[in-house]
Structures are given as C-alpha cells and as structure tokens.
C-alpha cells in the first residue's frame, strides 16, 4: 500500500494538530507561504497580527496565561528579525514557546537572497535551542522535540527554520518516535541529601523568609508552596514574576520586593537569617547590589536551572530540581516540627501598618494611577487577566493590585519589552475568551505595538486597554529627575498627540476617556459593560508622579526612598 505523499508545509500543519496546539499567531511572507495553504483548511485557529513583534508577544501571552505552549509563525528575513525581541524575552522570563519560520531555499542560504537571514544565528542566544530543517522527513519528529524542549525542564523558546524547497518537498508522515534527547536530561527531583540539609537549616532558623518567584508559577506548585508556608508560619515575598504565586493579602504574604517592592517585602530580606529561595534567580531589580543584599542570612536555593545556583549568591544549601518536587520534598522533611517564628511574623506585620504604600489623590487634582487601580479592581468582580507593559505602571501595578492566582498577571519582567502589553493580552484572552482580560499600559509602551489593535477588533477579541497617559516615558523621566538635574531629554510626548479615543475609533475599537477623579467609575462601569469588541480609555494621569520606594540601581537595600523628601539624601 503507498503512504500518503505529503509536502513539508502539509506536514508542519499535521504535526502542530498532532501536538494539541489550537492556535497559532503570526504574519505570512513569501517564504513560509506554503505552510499557509494547508493552515488554510486546518482547525487550528490563526490569529493574523499586525507586526511579528506583536504576533510573538501574542504567543507569549497566550503561554503565560495559559501555562502551556505559545506558537508563533514567521517569514524569513524581517519576519525572523522581528521575532528576536519576543524571543529573547520569552527567555528571560522562562515562557515556553515555539517559532516556526520560513528560510530561503537551502540552495540560496549563503547567496544573500531576497529576505535572507541567518535566523539560527542571530536566534541563537535568544532561544534556548534551534533547528534549521534540511529535510521534510525530519519534521514531525523535530516539532516533537521542540515543544518538549519548550515546555520542560526551565521553559523557554525554541525555533525552527524551513528553508522553503523544504515546505515544498514531497514525503510521507512518520509518526515521531519516543523522545530521545541525551544531551538534554532536565532534573526534576532534589537530591534527598540536600532537601534534609536544607530542613535542618529551617528548624533552626528565627527570621526565615520564602523568597519565590517566577518557577512556582512554570510548576504549578503554588498550593504545595502555600502548604509550606501556612503550615510552619513562614512569611512569603513574591518577585515581580512570582505575583500571584501566593495570595495577597494573606497575613503571611509581604508581596514584592527590590527597587520597587515595598519597605516591608525589602527589609524583611535584609533582616532575615535564612533565605529559602525556590524558583527566583537572585534578579538585579531584587538584590540591588548584591555585597549588601541579606547579609546576615544563610540561603537556600532551589532552581531546576543549574546554571543560576550560584550566579548571584552562594548558597550554603543549593538544590536542583523542580519546584514543585523541591516543596513536597521540604514539607514532608519538616513535618512534626515546631518553628519558632511567632515573635519574627509579629515583627513583620507591624512593620506592614508602619511603612504602608501610599499616594494622594485630591479630589480635583491630577489622577493618580495606585488610585485608578484601586477603583477598577474594586469594580472587577471576577479574577482578571492583568497584563502590563513596562515602567512606571508596572510598578504600580505589583504593587497595588491584589493577586491571589498565579497566571493572572503577565509582564516582560526581565527583558523590560516596552509594546509587550497590548499584544499579549491579545493572546490571553484569545486563551479565555470568557474571562475579563486588562491591558494596562504606558502611553509610551503602548504607541510602540498600538497598531495590534486593529488585530484585536478583526479577530474580536474584546480585551479592555487603559492607556496611563502622562505624556511621557514615565520612568525615563522619573530617572533624568532624579540623577540628571530634570534635563528630560527625549523623555517628553504629549497628552494629546496621538488622541487615543480617535485612534481606537479608526482601529475598530470604541474610544473614551477619563481625566478627573468623578469620571473614574463611570467610565469603568461603561467599559466593563461592552463586550462584543476591544474598548481604549485614554486615562489621564499626573505627568509628575513618581514611583515610590526606590532603591536606586546598585545601592543597598538597606536605604530605601519612600518619598520625594528623602530624595535629598542622595
């Protein structure tokens, strides 16, 4: 009997259905053209994005929201290039996904042919491993490999490169054989010598803190860790990319910690006398510099990513494995133990009522964003989907909106990608059409992939966008107040150019605004009501606001800004 003769593009399509993916963004180009007439008839949904970049950010929401496999297509050449900085922030941030691009044919790569680019190289660093296709055969196989590469072990992005007479060749389907990859071997559980070292130095410890992040999210072990912590009264900070991991709120949870975090989430760290690190790489935004960052306290450190125990900070008992086997593994060593903690978790908590968050906002002043924040979360009764672009807002966001579930806030944590906003919460709610999903975003974030909006009306994918629009790059100019004198150079747009409710207007979506404090309810309320297609406020916002603590770039933690005033210590 003769095997069904399929092209490589064909192949591409079958194997993406073979791997359970349902959707798929991207933007089509003469090279990986062929792989769009069999996508064409496949139940796979295709979301068309407006840029690469945005296609790539789409997938990556997708992924964080979902916790599983973000797919993106691109052409050869710019579609490529204009997947790197999806790409390198996918892997600074450990989002598991896929890039399949087209190349030129194999027999022009090398010839700078018509939108040629060595996309293996150039993706080399950006990815946690490629492959260049040179044989149609080989695909089913190497998709396989891919999403088990992205998906395991420390997620990240993986991409393939198909040179187009490889889309066009003629083969037949092999079904993918048994993973087999020697050379990649990710440990999932600790050593057991280590998670008893690692229990005895708990039992021992007055002042322990649980510094998590990001790894307890990509583990799914957010209920073992609450188990831990609630069970022998360890108080929790959640990094940037741990928000969500514990719930806020709870006595125990002292929320972000580092430049931005709070006094107490901060403090705690540098009082503490042992770290029990699960999931956290010892960023420079937490440790500030790292000779004054907790210098009393012993750590613990568990990652299933070797290569970060140790980057940063020693540890005195570092462990390999995943989070989650990490977690039982502590909790099953220090069960029946007693840990004297009361007196430290009683300390912590009168330092929270001391040193709170706060902001002033007048009733005919300028809007303040904590303020903003505060009134739409009180107004979304369901959990939402909050995904935020970078600077100013970001912070303010962390730290003043209540998460109590993992994958309910995506960021570009590491790589700080401005644009990252709109697009991915494009894919988060394309992931849960009937969830709320927030896209809140800078103006200066947002004018970066703004015309991703038109991609969200297209497809009617009805997320709710609020721009905080100071008429600057907040942040930039947060700094160049600071340390440069108030010389804004370059930092400085506008509040009015573009105008956002006509923009939103032309791109599908309906436009309104909100610039004084008793417009701020309605216009959520008015918002929260529409639900057929994307809605943009254009919320105005004190240009003059800075974020508050601070811990200045390569300073200790031990001198935290909480205020303009304490400025003058500079």
């Not at 083969?171 to 993973?179: A, D, G, I, N």
Request: glycine content about 8%; proline content about 6%; hydrophobic content about 40%.
């Amino acid at each position: 009997m003769t095997k069904e003769l399929l092209t490589g593009a064909e192949l591409i399509v079958r194997s993406l259905e073979y791997l359970n993916v349902s959707t798929v963004f991207g933007l089509p180009g003469g090279a990986i053209l062929p792989a769009y007439d069999p996508l064409y008839d496949s139940p796979i949904r295709h979301i068309l994005a407006r840029h690469e970049q945005g296609a790539g950010h789409m997938a990556e929401g997708y992924a964080q929201a979902t916790g599983e496999l973000g797919v993106v297509i691109a052409t050869s050449g710019p579609g490529a290039t204009n997947l790197i900085t999806p790409l390198a922030n996918a892997l600074m941030d450990s989002t598991p996904l896929l890039a399949i691009t087209g190349q030129v044919a194999s027999t022009a790569i090398g010839n700078d042919a018509f939108q040629e680019a060595y996309t293996v190289g150039l993706s080399m660093v950006a990815t946690k491993h490629n492959y260049l296709i040179t044989d149609a055969t080989e695909i089913p196989q190497v998709l396989k490999e891919a999403k088990y590469i992205a998906t395991s072990g420390r997620p990240g992005p993986v991409l393939v490169d198909i040179p187009k007479d490889i889309l066009n060749q003629k083969t037949s389907w092999v079904e993918p054989k048994t993973l087999d990859l020697p050379g990649y071997k990710p440990t999932l559980e600790p050593n057991p010598k280590m998670i008893q070292q690692a229990a005895a130095l708990i039992k021992s410890s007055k002042k322990p803190i649980l510094y998590v992040g990001g790894g307890i999210i990509h583990s799914k072990s957010h209920k073992e860790l609450y188990n831990l912590a609630t069970t022998h009264n360890i108080p929790v900070v959640t990094t940037l990319m741990g928000r969500g991991a514990f719930p806020d709120g709870h006595e125990l949870c002292l929320e972000m910690p580092g430049m931005h975090g709070n006094y107490t989430a901060t403090t705690s760290i540098q009082n503490s006398d042992l770290l029990i690190a699960i999931g956290v790489r010892f960023d420079d935004r937490v440790t500030a510099n790292p000779e004054f960052f907790a210098q009393n306290a012993k750590v613990i450190h568990a990652d299933i990513d070797p290569a970060e125990i140790g980057k940063v900070r020693e540890a005195e008992v570092p462990i390999v494995g995943d989070a989650k086997s990490v977690l039982i593994g502590l909790t099953k060593a220090l069960e029946g133990s007693d840990l004297d903690t009361d007196n430290w978790v009683s300390d912590l908590k009168e330092m929270k009522q001391n040193f709170p968050l706060s902001y002033d906002q007048k009733d005919d002043g300028p809007l303040k964003v904590p303020y903003v924040l505060e009134q739409l979360q009180n107004l979304t009764e369901e959990e939402a989907v909050v995904v935020s672009g970078v600077g100013q807002h970001q912070m303010w966001i962390s730290q003043h909106w209540n998460f109590t579930e993992p994958n309910t806030w995506l960021n570009s944590g590491g790589l700080g990608t401005m644009g990252y906003s709109l697009p991915a919460a494009i894919g988060a709610q394309t992931a849960f059409p009937d969830k709320l999903v927030l896209a809140l975003d800078g103006d200066g974030c947002f004018q970066m992939t703004c015309q991703e909006l038109i991609t969200a009306s297209t497809e009617n994918i009805p997320i709710k966008i609020v721009v905080f629009n100071n008429g600057n790059h907040g942040m930039v100019r947060q700094w160049q107040k600071i340390f440069y004198k108030s010389k804004f150079s370059a930092s400085e747009l506008t509040h009015h150019t573009p105008d956002y409710v006509k923009l939103a207007e032309s791109m599908g979506a309906i436009g309104l605004r909100m610039t004084k404090k008793d417009d701020v309810k309605k216009i959520f309320n008015e918002m929260l009501n529409i639900n057929d297609k994307p809605v943009l406020i254009d919320c105005v916002v004190d240009p003059e606001d800075m974020v508050f603590p601070m811990v200045p770039a390569g300073g200790s933690n031990d001198q935290i800004i909480m205020n303009k005033e304490d400025l003058k210590q500079l």
